[in-house]
């Protein structure tokens, strides 16, 4: 209900924070001033968040309430932080695909650490914990075999072998969102489209994918993106076809934060964010001109 307000309390706080650093750095050195605006939003943000959840405990909110606040927080301070970034360094395709993403994730998981739902967060485990116990796993079942001691040395050294053609290093099993939710585990991993050349990463998610399949507890990989299924790539069909990944897209991917945290995040989106009239009109203009709409589709 105070989305205007918020707006206007962001913009205050770059115009105070702008024509200080514009002495210090002078208007042609965009980049700095660019990061400088970032941290501003960022500082002012993380004020708001920690009086909003003193608040909220203080006066006993219920999560929807907490949650829906700190919706707004994340969208309003988004719309100044695109402006401002704009207005000094203007956004190229590239660099507006990828700042959408980076925005999206964080607001999409805020339904996760405010939840709903009862769902625990949880860390997931080091690559080198999973092959230590893997690799004991092993060993301990080839030592029990009626064979001689070269052969069982043999076979170990073969097991080793393996684990170096898979990888020369570790491999990060770490994923943008690890849950429990009744007695499943759950790795998610966050995008925002599959527009560009994504092969590196998609074989990265299939492997990590594949090894938590292996692994004994109940894991399930789950892949949230924001853009619709046609606007994706054949990267994504890769994983969605892979069996070891849920993947989802569009109106599919809300309905899984839906049914996970218990709170409507789409029905909130709609009900609140209007990219084009909530960005100054200078900037909405020049997005639209450059048919940044799309990434606006929330």
């Not at 907490?66 to 190229?92: F, G, H, I, K, P």
């Not at 507890?217 to 606007?231: A, F, G, H, I, T």
């Not at 990219?275 to 799309?294: G, I, M, S």
Request: with cysteine.
């Amino acid at each position: 209900m105070r989305k205007h307000k918020l707006l206007t309390y962001y913009r205050e706080r770059v115009s105070e924070s702008s024509s200080i650093m514009e002495k210090e750095y002078g208007k042609r050195d965009y980049r700095k001033l660019a990061e400088q605006i970032n941290k501003t939003i960022k500082k002012t943000q993380e004020q708001l968040l920690s009086t909003l959840l003193q608040k909220a405990k203080k006066e006993k909110w219920s999560n929807i309430k907490t949650l829906e606040t700190l919706l707004m927080l994340n969208y309003t301070s988004n719309v100044v932080m695109l402006e401002a970034r704009n207005e000094v360094w203007q956004y190229d395709y590239m660099s507006f695909s990828r700042r959408i993403g980076e925005l999206w994730e964080p607001f999409c998981k805020l339904c996760f650490e405010y939840p709903i739902k009862e769902i625990e967060l949880f860390i997931p485990p080091l690559f080198s914990e999973v092959r230590e116990s893997l690799a004991s796993e092993i060993h301990n079942y080839i030592n029990k075999l009626n064979i001689n001691d070269g052969q069982k040395e043999d076979l170990k050294n073969y097991y080793g072998k393996i684990w170096n053609l898979v990888t020369s290093g570790d491999i990060k099993l770490e994923l943008d969102l690890h849950f429990k939710f009744g007695n499943d585990r759950f790795n998610v991993d966050f995008k925002s489209g599959f527009g560009s050349n994504e092969k590196g990463n998609t074989n990265r998610l299939l492997m990590v994918a594949t090894i938590y399949k292996n692994l004994e507890q109940n894991y399930k990989c789950v892949l949230l993106v924001r853009s619709q299924e046609d606007q994706n790539n054949h990267y994504f069909q890769t994983l969605k076809k892979s069996g070891v990944w849920e993947a989802c897209c569009g109106d599919e991917t809300y309905s899984k934060i839906f049914e996970y945290t218990g709170f409507d995040i789409q029905k909130w989106i709609a009900d609140h964010i209007d990219w084009k009239n909530d960005l100054n009109e200078k900037t909405a203009e020049y997005f639209h001109r450059k048919a940044f709409d799309k990434y606006l589709a929330w």
